[in-house]
């Protein structure tokens, strides 16, 4: 598949080595590398050029011709260029007005992930606190206020269903009676979709918004989307007014260059990403990672993230005291095993890695997790006494904890004998010996 | 059905596209001068803006540079000819599907989520039962919320049968029923709405493998198409899309939804020549009547012009 974008311009400037400082031209090759990396991620045409000439003032600049690593610094140009334009680096959050509730609305193509935007957007809110209300006035595609309602019971989210009226602005307006009766301070609102931007439809989110009188709009964007992603946005901004992106569908493997174009062309900044199917699936935009999937370099910083929320500080300093002392038990194995659950899938975590997308798919992710959950279970079934001390696990011990477990003295055999290994590899890294030094050396450059 | 030519709402559809082609590339016409290298940059940038995929793209404009003397002779009149010559042959590459050779006739309705399956599923059932067929709409989408209702609405608009299970439940049971029933009540045709997933879930994917062996153990042979439905809009990913889910459920046939007059739907070139497989109909609208059976010859007129 695609050469990352960074081993491409590495290439572009090895050949240059020993010429000592770079040209212009040299600037240009890389340049060319850019912009076929963006447009391969579906970066609008006309963004990328737009983009690109935003690059080579900066990158024409002295920092990176007298950069001793110049791919690195064109990247970094690149980089920072990005983030800008994606909504910079700040915490989003939702913009809220003087007088409750705040009134949301989402808008978007047909498809784009609206409802189920809602919903996340809702269950988010939740999670900070806030007692949001969620109301569908889309009166147009069947069963859409239904998939609402549904949603919103799954999710322990109050969902305002007015069956019996069947037009966007009273539905609106019997959700906002509601939210001030009741106090709410958010009302979500899922407005319709269509196929592409038509008057009807332009005209309606332009009632609703004259009558909601929202603190946001949101233009929900799939981040599958082509080159369209600009002409659709673009036309929202200017008919309806929108005032911040939420990006769909993040958990499959586009590079999402529809992000780019959108925040180019509205000026918007992207606010929330919906990265799964579950409702809790969704978060603040985070533009870096973005910066990073876009132009193919994995997302290194979300896996340090998810690393360093799932595992506690004090049991990972513990376990490595342990293992220098060469005193690994099968109970310690066994929290790695939760630690490493506790992060995800391993399909999302390898997908993580730079250059690891792809391969997260051929890999049998699922064989994987199975196996996680048998060795846990093997574990469970064990007294102190053996998970401590696994060499008393003799033939009659063995097959009890098969039983126990629901798994086989072979299943058994096999986690006895790749801890014991596991073990005999922890003494030598525990001795700081040469093995830990020759697998450091193995280790990819990170910046 | 009354109204505008079928070739006429195939070329509103690809207005969009058209349009782009035309006013960055055929405008050179004009100046009757011959072409410089930055008119093939306008080209590449114009066969980019449809979504063929960077690789398609890079093809054609190999294939433009070789025949550069031609082209700079006979002017952008040839250029368009090469390009349109190219894209039909592409897509005329892939076979003919033959349908409703067995009873019921079983046809799989699969793709990411919010591409237009359940609507493209009313849209077929509405054709199929001008034809005098009678088909059975089974919702095997068993986990969007609302997903069976939606397809019962337009069960009932279309005066199709219709079977459900409930929500939550095994797909494959629910296949199964539809499968039985629809097979003691002689009906023609099967379409059977699956839950819309992203190709990079491997457990979903594994399950509509799943659901197909199902589906030929109820009924010989079936399924006896896999339609995957892209929506027009889709970028590069929809390339990688169709690898995927060719590889788990065994795609027959495209269909390209909401070809709608905004969208390029170019991706579909890059799709077919991957896989080889035909696109067998085209939406173009949100109206029931709005599904086109496929034709590459206006597909790629309705393209370049």
């Known amino acids: 598949m695609f050469d990352s974008l960074s081993d491409k311009l590495q290439a572009v400037f090895r050949t240059l080595r020993g010429h000592g400082s770079l040209t212009e031209s040299d600037v240009d090759a890389a340049l060319r590398e850019i912009r076929l990396a963006l447009l391969e991620a579906d970066v609008h045409f006309k963004v990328v050029k737009q983009f690109l000439e935003r690059v080579r003032s900066r990158a024409t600049g002295q920092e990176v011709l007298k950069s001793l690593t110049p791919a690195q610094a064109v990247i970094r140009v690149v980089r920072d260029e990005m983030v800008e334009l994606l909504g910079g680096t700040d915490a989003k959050r939702l913009e809220t007005s003087a007088r409750l509730p705040s009134v949301v609305l989402m808008t978007g193509l047909q498809g784009s992930g609206k409802t189920t935007s809602t919903a996340k957007l809702g269950r988010w809110l939740v999670k900070g606190g806030h007692h949001p209300l969620l109301v569908s006035t889309d009166v147009n595609r069947p069963a859409a206020r239904e998939q609402l309602r549904t949603l919103g019971e799954k999710s322990a989210l109050k969902v305002h269903h007015p069956a019996r009226l069947d037009e966007p602005r009273a539905i609106l307006r019997s959700a906002l009676e509601e939210a001030r009766a009741v106090g709410h301070e958010f009302v979500l609102v899922d407005t319709a979709g269509r196929l592409h931007v038509d008057d009807e439809l332009m005209a309606e989110l332009q009632d609703l918004k004259t009558l909601a009188q929202p603190s946001e709009v949101l233009y929900v964007a799939d981040a599958m989307t082509g080159q369209d992603a600009v002409r659709s946005a673009e036309e929202f901004q200017k008919r309806v007014g929108i005032t911040g992106i939420v990006l769909t569908k993040l958990?499959?493997?586009?590079?999402?260059?529809?992000?780019?174009?959108?925040?180019?062309?509205?000026?918007?900044p992207v606010k929330f990403a919906g990265v799964g199917e579950k409702v809790e699936e969704f978060e603040p935009f985070q533009a870096e990672r973005m910066v990073g999937r876009i132009l193919g370099l994995g997302d290194v910083l979300g896996l340090i993230?998810?690393?360093?929320?799932?595992?506690?500080?004090?049991?990972?300093?513990?376990?490595?005291?342990?293992?220098?002392?060469?005193?690994?038990?099968?109970?310690?194995?066994r929290q790695q095993l939760a630690q490493v659950r506790k992060m995800g899938s391993l399909e999302a975590v390898l997908g993580m890695i730079p250059g690891m997308g792809q391969a997260a798919r051929h890999v049998d992710t699922?064989?994987?997790?199975?196996?996680?959950?048998?060795?846990?279970?093997?574990?469970?079934?064990?007294t102190p006494l053996e998970r401590r001390e696994p060499s008393v696990m003799n033939g009659s011990r063995r097959k009890r904890v098969a039983r126990g477990s629901g798994t086989s003295v072979e299943d058994v055999n096999r986690l006895l004998r790749k801890f014991m290994q596991a073990r005999k590899l922890m003494k030598q890294f525990g001795g700081g010996g040469k093995l830990m030094k020759r697998l450091a050396g193995r280790m990819p450059q990170m910046r | 059905m009354s109204g505008p030519s079928f070739l006429d709402r195939f070329r509103k559809g690809l207005e969009r596209t058209r349009?782009?082609?035309?006013?960055?590339?055929?405008?050179?016409?004009?100046?009757?001068?011959?072409?410089?290298?930055?008119?093939?940059?306008?080209?590449?940038?114009?066969?980019?803006?449809?979504?063929?995929?960077?690789?398609?793209?890079?093809?054609?404009?190999?294939?433009?540079?070789?025949?550069?003397?031609?082209i700079w002779t006979e002017g952008p009149e040839a250029m368009r000819?090469?390009?349109?010559?190219?894209?039909?042959?592409?897509?005329?590459?892939?076979?003919?599907?033959?349908?409703?050779?067995?009873?019921?006739?079983?046809?799989?309705?699969v793709g990411v989520n919010g591409v237009g399956k359940t609507t493209t599923i009313a849209k077929l059932a509405q054709t199929w039962k001008a034809e005098g067929r009678t088909t059975l709409l089974c919702a095997a989408d068993t986990f969007r919320a609302a997903a069976a209702e939606q397809l019962e609405i337009w069960a009932r608009r279309t005066g199709s049968p219709f079977h459900r299970g409930a929500e939550g439940a095994d797909p494959s049971a629910v296949l199964t029923d539809g499968l039985r029933a629809a097979r003691s009540r002689g009906y023609d045709a099967v379409l059977v709405d699956t839950a819309g997933r992203l190709h990079t879930k491997g457990n979903l994917m594994n399950e509509l493998a799943k659901m197909a062996r199902v589906a030929g153990r109820e009924v010989p042979g079936a399924p006896h198409e896999t339609l995957l439905v892209l929506d027009a809009t889709v970028g590069s990913n929809g390339l990688v899309q169709g690898r995927e889910f060719a590889r788990a459920a065994g795609v027959t046939g495209l269909v390209l939804a909401k070809l709608d007059?905004?969208?390029?739907?170019?991706?579909?070139?890059?799709?077919?020549?991957?896989?080889?497989?035909?696109i067998r109909y085209v939406g173009v609208g949100e109206a029931l009547g709005d599904l086109l059976p496929f034709d590459a010859e206006a597909f790629a007129e309705g393209l370049l012009g």
């Not at chain 2, 579909?268 to 080889?276: H, K, P, S």
């Open chain 1, 305 to 333: 993230e998810k690393v360093e929320e799932t595992v506690d500080r004090e049991q990972a300093e513990e376990m490595a005291r342990r293992i220098r002392r060469s005193e690994l038990t099968l109970e310690d194995y």
């Open chain 1, 366 to 382: 699922e064989a994987g997790e199975r196996e996680m959950k048998r060795e846990v279970a093997i574990i469970d079934s064990m």
């Open chain 2, 81 to 109: 000819a090469v390009l349109k010559e190219e894209i039909r042959k592409s897509l005329a590459a892939a076979p003919e599907a033959r349908s409703f050779a067995t009873r019921p006739w079983v046809v799989f309705v």
């Open chain 2, 261 to 278: 007059g905004t969208a390029k739907g170019g991706v579909a070139v890059a799709v077919v020549r991957e896989l080889g497989v035909p």
């Open chain 2, 19 to 70: 349009d782009i082609l035309n006013a960055d590339v055929m405008d050179l016409a004009r100046g009757q001068r011959p072409l410089e290298p930055k008119d093939l940059d306008a080209v590449e940038e114009a066969l980019i803006a449809a979504d063929l995929g960077m690789p398609a793209v890079q093809e054609a404009m190999d294939v433009l540079r070789r025949r550069s003397g031609q």
């Open chain 1, 251 to 268: 958990d499959g493997d586009a590079r999402g260059g529809a992000a780019l174009s959108a925040a180019t062309v509205t000026g918007a």
